[in-house]
């Protein structure tokens, strides 16, 4: 076992259970506080994968602005926190079910393809993939154009938030 | 790099099915928008693993979870917007008490 | 600047116009126009030098102006857009250009720039007037200014971006952008004053019919798309995709593919050239303000259509041996000649002056669709060239006219005079000399005043084409057709400025602003000069004094060049028998068609020639009347056309009753009846289980159906 | 290699080589000198906030016109050390209701997200945690937990001045880093990398401070937003909310807070001196002179770093003592209608202008020079608004009811 294991495995013990216990926790402001765990260790695992950028995009957007976006909601909706009832459906089993057997077919298909346990080339020396990553961005011969248009996407996001939240004027 | 892809892809193929799970079970709007989170978390997962052990010089599979980053912020701003909207309304953000427009 | 810059800033500056008018000037008028009168200049100054650096480049049409961007992924490939400029687009957009900015210029005048606000002028009607009180205590009624006049410059302005973004663009995916663009603006601009019902109905008919050549056009886009993976012209219309293209066939008709696509994107042209049978919504697009007649009938809108097919031609012509027309050329042709002949012959019988000018338009894309499906495609270019000046010269002359005559009701009061009905005006070649003059020159120019004028020369090539290449039936028809434009052009210039005025109106006519007159004059240089660049090097006496130069650039954008004709004198002869003919007739008809010819010495010695005017009415205008009235009107488009669509819903109505009664009523409603009955029931049954508005148990439900699927799928696949 | 020259790499090859003399393999050895070399940085921001302690103590005492502390060892030097035992032997509290684990979590947090920070500080040339091509972006990261923080705090105590105290810093907080960031952006875009070790090279020649004074403006702003300090500590406005978030913490939990706020505050001050005043370096080319090349010395660095971070904590401070509280909705508007659209503009003009002026003589002067125009405009701009708004004041002022004249 290489360092780099030992870190893969406690990231993702970490995840797995950081990510049950979001969608089981009955008190959704630990449930959020969970994602934010599972998040973290996400974000490791782009480290892990060499994509530093990625990773503190992951932090910033992820546990700076989206976890405590959900925060903020389950305050502003509170009088649910106090619902000491079970916060699962009826269903929850037959959902249980599903999503086993998604994690088994989705399993059961990728063991079959070829690539499943491909070993990642070193990244040659000298290459920035950052530098690479800033470039695709704003390249039109790469990705400008979805970059554009994710940027459209925000502020459409932006504004319908700001309409559809403010108080209806009566 | 010792470790082969299919950890990552097993370990994203777990988050998602987590994370349906939390769809489909979870009682709470906003925990349903937790659920989905997650999942988008796991296609992020993929993404960059796919970038790693792929064609590293070219850059899609980054380009792409940062997409996912953007579409993910929207996502949550206006579904939390849509919930704090509904709540105000109906006074509860139970997924499955939203049921008026059934016929 | 580099020119490839240049050509893709083009289209910039009226769109950016339309955004700031829209966005943030709306309320400013002043500031509107001179936005987009700048924005027009700009444009029309890159124009300019895109041009002037075309025409330095030797052999243009080997070495083109040529960019492209990748723009949308498409799996391992990329769909291009670019812009190109090659002698074809950077003759378009020479015309584009100038009359764009003259009708920008002549908007402002047009729409009573500087005039009070109305006394009860609403949004979507024209100003009615104002009143005003002079120094002296007295009261004039004056025109006011358009309530919307902001929003018409940025309507325009949209319709200019449309324009450059067609001829500049590369490929046909932006074309049709651009060509949509115009469709809507077109629409918006017909519906300008959309209080008028009849505006109204103009612009959703000019939308509707443009719409069914569109589709087809789209579906002949996507052919091309399917057949040869690209929509750029240069990778469609080069020789090796072209020769499998024509030897490729397809199951209609027995066309090729490359006949099939052409022809699927004539129809295109077909809508937007107002082509016959899709000609009926240009004469009521005349509802719209001047400008805007202008702009679609001249230099944009039908011009496209005209530009596309040419744009095509290569494709057009694939498999033409400079002899035998091809299936698709034939039609074409057909279509063209009688076109032209069929509009002409009701143009005769039209009194609003506009109308008029509306019908002419259709025959005159006539002539360049028949001169196209002939292959006479420098001829085409051509006249599409001369006829966007004189046109654009004309409808902006009429403008000037319903003017000074709108300025006449007003000041008159008397609002039941149509200040568009020619038997309304005459004698105001003294009112307003300037609009006289220059519609004048547009008249003969549309005509084909010999040697002198723009659609002289244009003509007769077209013609020669006709002649030299043996369609002797098109070239009939042609000069038929060409007879009647001369005839009523001086009807039309006769009635309107020559004579005496029949009404007070027309008495208190004015000369228009220097804004709407200087326009006319800029344009008037162009109907008359842009002729001599394109005088055939043959031709007696004149030829060769200037150069051909203008078959050389043009025909330098095909891959081998057209070769020169020989001369004849034939078709020459021919249009000046009946340039010259049509404008003598139409004199000795109308000069003296009035309602009171009190002055007896006038009428006495006028009587001789009188009675010439009855053999004339009796062997021209009658029939020309009957033919235009009964049979092109009422035969030819009232009862075959309508008849035929008429029978064809009649039929239609009568198999469908049968089926309702026989067919539908006991089976088909019986059976579906049950069906929908029982289903209500079952769903009545099942909604409480399955639609229970809960989301989650419907993703559950698809989620479970998904994996039921899939394990299906790997099991049976196993 | 000598120590003089770079003590960092040199004490951790010979740990490591003692650790592979112990016969350890070769990794073991590096991940155990990593380990050594995180405690070493955490121990170092941890002394350092000590000293802290007693220099706000002191620097607010002298703005008060008192003496502050001067009991324990010479200058009271030693009266952080008798505070620690204090906070320490004082009563551990949980209130009642309190989510505990999230109320114990985050006060470690709290302080675990400023010196997280420190790992991209660049001390010295030689003297640094981790040089990372995206520290900049690091430290926003960081900053998100300073953020968790606060909320978890806020809202585990159980306390509603807490929870609105926790409310107000988190929108602060959330609000003031857009700007924030977008300062950052201004030295990156110039230097052209997001490590702090190469911006702080790219100023050898000149500070950034005179390239966008406008930028460090914008910076020291938002900054001291995001610190939750006076002018824009509403979220612990004692006459309103009693203490913000952290109302219900005692002894050294409240200590970790204090501490964590202390040592943040001198984070930023260093970080000031890093983007804009050369941080370890900058002495304008001084340093290639050969009677000067002693400024080179990673020790000398390190003291110039920490000097000029001090100077930029004493700013701070300074701005903290001398100016009243801005209400809540004002310093949100100020945010979202005021800061932000500026730094975007600035660093839309900053980007241009880097382009543009790079090639020419003009670079420096033109910076400044556009920067200074800029804030004239602002200005300006800002001079005829409230003119407007006065006499809209003026036009729709009540008319004041005066007592009636018997």
């Known amino acids: ?170 | 790099m010792s470790i082969p892809l299919s950890w990552y892809l097993i370990l994203s193929a777990a988050l998602f099915s987590i994370g349906l799970f939390g769809v489909l079970a979870r009682k709470n709007a906003v925990a349903i928008l937790l659920g989905i989170e997650l999942m988008l978390n796991a296609v992020n997962i993929n993404l960059v693993s796919f970038w790693r052990y792929g064609n590293i010089a070219s850059i899609s599979g980054q380009v792409f979870a940062i997409i996912v980053f953007a579409v993910a912020a929207a996502e949550v701003a206006v579904g939390l917007a849509l919930i704090i909207s509904v709540y105000r309304r109906r006074t509860t953000v139970i997924a499955n008490d939203l049921d008026l427009l059934k016929w | 600047m580099s020119t490839e810059t240049i050509i893709w800033l083009l289209p910039l500056p009226p769109l950016l116009a339309f955004f700031i008018i829209i966005l943030f000037t709306n309320k400013g008028k002043s500031l509107s126009h001179c936005i987009a009168v700048i924005a027009a200049a700009l444009s029309w100054l890159g124009s300019m030098v895109v041009f002037v650096r075309a025409l330095g480049v030797e052999h243009f049409g080997k070495e083109v102006f040529q960019s492209s961007i990748n723009w949308l992924p498409t799996g391992n490939t990329w769909l291009k857009i670019g812009v190109l400029i090659d002698p074809l687009s950077a003759i378009t957009i020479f015309f584009v250009a100038w009359t764009v900015l003259m009708i920008f210029v002549y908007s402002v005048g047009y729409h009573n720039y500087g005039q009070p606000k109305g006394d009860h002028d609403r949004k979507g009607l024209p100003p009615h007037g104002a009143t005003i009180i002079d120094e002296n205590g007295h009261s004039h009624t004056v025109p006011s200014i358009e309530p919307m006049y902001s929003r018409f410059f940025a309507f325009i302005g949209l319709f200019a971006f449309g324009m450059y973004t067609l001829v500049v663009s590369d490929n046909l995916l932006t074309m049709f952008v651009g060509w949509e663009i115009m469709g809507l603006c077109s629409y918006l601009l017909i519906g300008f004053w959309f209080g008028k019902p009849s505006a109204r109905n103009a612009a959703v008919k000019a939308f509707m019919t443009t719409r069914i050549g569109d589709v087809f056009m789209l579906l002949g886009i996507a052919f091309v798309y399917y057949a040869t993976k690209s929509l750029s012209f240069r990778d469609i219309l080069n020789e090796h995709t072209l020769s499998v293209l024509s030897s490729t066939t397809t199951p209609i008709l027995g066309l090729s593919a490359a006949g099939l696509i052409s022809l699927l994107l004539f129809i295109g042209t077909i809508g937007k050239s107002a082509q016959f049978p899709l000609h009926v919504w240009l004469p009521d697009a005349m509802e719209g303000p001047t400008p805007v007649s202008a702009m679609i009938h001249a230099a944009t809108m039908v011009s496209a259509g005209v530009y596309t097919v040419i744009r095509m031609f290569p494709l057009i012509s694939a498999g033409f041996d400079g002899y035998h027309l091809t299936t698709t050329m034939s039609i074409i042709a057909f279509i063209g000649a009688f076109t032209a002949l069929f509009a002409a012959t009701i143009a005769v019988a039209q009194n609003d002056i506009k109308r008029v000018l509306a019908y002419s338009t259709i025959s005159q894309l006539g002539f360049m669709i028949a001169a196209l499906g002939m292959g006479a495609y420098v001829a085409a270019v051509f006249h599409l060239v001369t006829h966007a000046f004189f046109k654009a010269l004309l409808f902006l002359g009429s403008g000037s006219v319903i003017h000074g005559m709108e300025h006449g009701v007003l000041h008159t009061g008397d609002h039941s005079v149509d200040p568009q009905d020619m038997f309304n005006m005459g004698g105001l070649r003294k009112k307003m000399p300037i609009t006289f003059w220059t519609f004048l020159i547009g008249g003969f120019a549309l005509s084909g005043f010999p040697v002198l004028t723009a659609g002289f020369w244009s003509k007769d090539e077209i013609l020669a084409d006709a002649f030299g290449n043996g369609h002797f039936v098109i070239f009939l028809t042609l000069a038929i057709a060409a007879f009647l434009t001369a005839f009523y052009t001086m009807r039309q210039i006769t009635l309107t400025f020559l004579g005496t005025p029949r009404t007070k109106s027309a008495e208190h006519a004015h000369e228009t602003p220097w804004t709407m007159t200087l326009p006319l004059v800029i344009l008037s240089v162009f109907a008359i000069g842009f002729g001599w660049v394109g005088i055939p090097d043959k031709f007696p006496l004149l030829g060769g004094i200037l150069p051909n130069w203008f078959h050389e650039f043009v025909g330098g954008t095909l891959a081998e060049a057209p070769e020169v004709l020989p001369f004849n004198f034939m078709p020459l002869l021919t249009s000046l028998v009946v340039a010259l003919g049509g404008l003598l007739v139409g004199w000795f008809v109308y000069r003296n068609v009035r309602s009171a010819a009190e002055d007896k010495l006038q009428f006495k010695l006028l009587k001789n020639k009188y009675y010439f005017d009855e053999i004339y009415d009796l062997l021209f205008v009658k029939p020309a009347y009957w033919f235009a009235e009964t049979f092109a009107y009422k035969f030819l488009d009232q009862t075959i056309i309508d008849g035929f669509i008429n029978r064809i819903g009649g039929v239609a109505q009568s198999i469908g009753t049968g089926f309702r009664r026989y067919f539908d009523a006991p089976v088909v409603n019986g059976f579906g009846d049950f069906l929908g009955e029982s289903t209500k029931r079952i769903g009545r049954k099942m909604a409480p289980i399955i639609q229970r508005g809960r989301i989650q148990y419907y993703m559950v439900t698809s989620l479970t159906v998904a994996i039921i699927v899939v394990v299906l799928y790997f099991f049976f696949k196993a | 290699m000598t120590f003089w020259n770079d003590p960092i790499n040199l004490i951790s090859e010979w740990l490591r080589g003692i650790f592979m003399g112990w016969g350890m393999a070769a990794n073991l050895a590096m991940v155990i000198t990593n380990i050594i070399g995180i405690f070493v940085i955490i121990l170092f921001a941890m002394a350092i906030a000590i000293f802290l302690v007693w220099v706000e103590r002191k620097v607010v005492a002298r703005f008060q016109d008192r003496l502050g502390p001067n009991r324990i060892g010479p200058f009271g030097l030693f009266q952080p050390f008798a505070d620690i035992v204090k906070l320490i032997i004082k009563e551990d509290i949980t209130p009642e209701g309190a989510d505990k684990l999230i109320f114990n979590m985050a006060p470690v947090i709290s302080l675990a997200s400023v010196i997280l920070i420190w790992a991209v500080v660049p001390l010295a040339s030689q003297i640094y945690g981790v040089d990372i091509n995206v520290a900049v972006l690091y430290l926003v990261a960081a900053g998100a937990f300073g953020t968790l923080s606060v909320i978890m705090a806020g809202w585990s105590s159980n306390n509603k001045y807490a929870l609105i105290g926790a409310f107000r810093m988190v929108a602060t907080m959330i609000s003031y880093e857009i700007p924030m960031v977008v300062a950052l952006l201004i030295p990156t875009i110039i230097a052209g990398t997001m490590s702090l070790k190469e911006i702080s090279n790219a100023q050898n020649g000149i500070w950034f401070a005179f390239l966008s004074p406008l930028g460090l403006l914008l910076f020291v702003i938002s900054a001291i937003a995001e610190l939750g300090r006076s002018p824009f500590d509403l979220n612990e406005a004692e006459s309103e909310i009693v203490a913000g978030f952290h109302i219900e913490y005692t002894g050294m939990k409240f200590g970790l807070f204090y501490a964590g706020e202390l040592l943040h505050a001198f984070t930023f001050g260093g970080f000031m001196a890093v983007f804009f005043f050369g941080g370890y370096g900058g002495f304008f080319g001084l340093e290639k002179l050969a009677a000067f090349s002693w400024l080179s010395n990673p020790f000398i660095q390190m003291v110039v770093f920490l000097i000029k971070a001090l100077i930029g904590y004493w700013v701070i401070m300074w701005i903290k003592y001398s100016m009243p509280r801005i209400r809540i909705d004002h310093m949100l508007a100020f945010n979202w209608k005021f800061l932000t659209p500026l730094a975007f503009v600035l660093l839309m003009m900053t980007a241009l202008l880097d382009k543009l002026l790079a090639p020419t003589n003009f670079y420096v002067s033109g910076m400044f020079i556009s920067n200074l125009l800029f804030a004239w405009i602002v200005i300006e701009i800002l001079r005829s608004r409230s003119k407007q708004e006065r006499a809209h004041d003026i036009e729709h002022a009540e008319p004041v009811e005066l007592a009636a004249h018997h």
């Open chain 1, 1 to 170: 076992m290489t360092p780099d294991q030992v870190i893969f495995i406690l990231c993702a013990a970490v995840i797995v259970v950081t990510a049950i216990m979001v969608v089981t926790s009955p008190n959704l402001i630990h449930a959020a506080l969970w994602l934010i765990a599972t998040l973290f260790g996400v974000a490791i695992l782009y480290a892990l994968l060499q994509a530093g950028f990625l990773a503190l995009v992951q932090v910033v957007i992820y546990i700076g602005a989206i976890a405590i976006l959900f925060i903020f909601a389950v305050m502003l909706t509170r009088r649910e926190m106090r619902d000491k009832g079970p916060q699962l459906n009826k269903n929850w089993a037959l959902a249980a079910i599903l999503a086993v057997l998604t994690f088994g077919g989705l399993f059961y298909i990728l063991s079959g393809w070829s690539g499943f346990s491909g070993k990642a080339a070193e990244i040659p020396a000298g290459m920035d993939t950052l530098r690479n990553l800033g470039f695709a961005l704003v390249s039109p011969d790469a990705y400008l154009l979805p970059f554009e248009v994710a940027s459209i996407l925000l502020l459409a996001a932006l504004i319908g938030a700001i309409y559809i939240a403010s108080a209806s004027k009566k």
